[in-house]
């Protein structure tokens, strides 16, 4: 028979975990944590300086807008439009509108400011086009002020016909000489453009001749101050006076003109025109009553 086992007699077996040598491990740790340590650095270097955290919402998109998307104050008061910006606008669209329009003709500028007293006249001339701070000033009742009348070719080429008639071999001299005898020059034209007038049965031409003439005689004006007693211009003076008050009593579609310019700017080239004559002083004084 088998013979039971004594545990007594059987070996001890060790059951202890097996030892640590650290002199051998401990060279290896240190060239670990050394390689770590230069490679921290060698990273740190290549990214930005500064806080990583801030460094990251910078690079994100900002919900806020920052300082320089917003225009400054002086930027936005220089986008500003100006009163005369706006007329001025508002005249190249009306002129878009209506492609007949070649041009514009200025009866009335803007008013002269009070303490321009090198000028003796009471509205700005054309020097100060060139004066950006200046048209800056302007107001809208400056520019509310201001009076024009649309140039078409038609009205174009009336004004070169009309101031051929008047000037005669002086038109296109760069100074022009009158005298006395111009004032009989000037009725001889007037007696003729007034027949012609009166017979037109055009209106739209009939006006452009008219505003034509008007403006010629105007513009050289020796006639009114420079004439001989019982001279015949006084009765034709009259009569065209007469033939614009006729005339503007039809509609502005009538007359081919349109009412936000060219309606007020004749009617101030009349109202100059007319003062200019009541002014002359004379033993037999002008009348021209065209309203």
């Known amino acids: 028979m088998g013979s039971l086992l004594n545990e007594e007699a059987l070996p001890c077996v060790a059951s202890e975990k097996p030892s640590v040598s650290w002199e051998k491990v401990l060279p290896s740790v240190c060239a670990s944590i050394l390689i770590l340590f230069f490679l921290s650095r060698f990273l740190s270097s290549r990214m930005p300086k500064g806080n990583s955290k801030k460094a990251v919402k910078a690079a994100s998109p900002s919900k806020k807008k920052t300082a320089a998307s917003k225009p400054t104050k002086k930027a936005a008061a220089a986008s500003k439009s100006t009163p005369y910006d706006d007329y001025f606008a508002a005249q190249k669209e009306h002129s878009a509108q209506n492609k007949d329009i070649i041009g514009r003709m200025i009866v009335r500028g803007v008013p002269r400011k009070v303490n321009d007293e090198d000028d003796e006249d009471d509205e700005d ?21 201001v009076r ?27 100074m ?18 007034l027949a012609r007038f009166k017979k037109a049965k055009d209106l739209k031409a009939k006006f452009d001749g008219m505003f034509a003439f008007t403006h010629a005689v105007k513009e050289h004006d020796v006639w009114i101050h420079d004439h001989e007693c019982g001279w015949e ?17 039809n509609t502005d579609e009538e007359l081919g003109i349109d009412s936000l310019y060219t309606r007020p700017g004749i009617e101030e080239l009349l109202s100059e025109f007319q003062q200019t004559l009541e002014q002359t002083s004379d033993d037999e004084p002008f009348v021209f009553k065209w309203k």
Do not use: P
């Open 233 to 249: 211009g006084i009765g034709l003076v009259k009569a065209l006076g007469a033939e614009w008050k006729k005339l503007l009593k």
């Open 125 to 145: 001339d054309e020097d100060d086009e060139g004066n950006e701070e200046v048209l800056k000033s302007y107001t809208k009742a400056d520019m509310d002020h």
């Open 148 to 174: 024009s009348i649309s140039i078409t070719k038609s009205r174009g080429d009336k004004l070169e016909e009309w101031e051929k008639e008047i000037l005669g071999d002086q038109y296109g001299d760069m």
């Open 176 to 193: 022009i000489m009158h005298s006395t005898s111009f004032s009989y020059e000037v009725s001889g034209v007037m007696r003729f453009a």
